[in-house]
């Protein structure tokens, strides 16, 4: 399958469910309250404020956002990719390809065989 049209239905579902959840708690502040809907207002909060914090959490990653307080704490991947390479590259060598790890795996699968 297409990966666009794949991302547009992953984007149409999570829009969905954060709808469906502001939905659900919007409703249970018109209903009178008891156990039951304190329940389901508790769990269509929880949702939105999970949804958002991910949401957040991921564009904060990758891309910058304009709000003046945060927006230094954004964008960091695109910022520290060179660092990031670096210490990635640093880590495959000293744990994967030291002569330790390669004698071992060598070892484990016989190639002679």
């Given at each position: 399958m297409n990966k666009l049209i794949e991302l547009r239905r992953a984007k149409m579902l999570a829009l969905s469910l954060l709808l469906i959840a502001a939905a659900?708690?919007?409703?249970?502040l018109f209903l009178p309250p008891n156990f039951w809907v304190s329940g389901v207002k508790a769990i269509a909060e929880a949702a939105m404020v999970g949804a958002l914090a991910d949401w957040f959490a991921v564009v904060a990653l990758f891309r910058r956002v304009p709000i003046p307080i945060i927006s230094r704490h954004t964008a960091i991947i695109p910022r520290n990719k060179d660092r990031i390479g670096e210490n990635l590259g640093q880590f495959v060598q000293e744990k994967f390809l030291d002569t330790q790890s390669l004698?071992?795996?060598i070892r484990r699968h016989e190639p002679a065989l």
């Open positions: 659900t708690f919007v409703v249970t004698v071992a795996l």
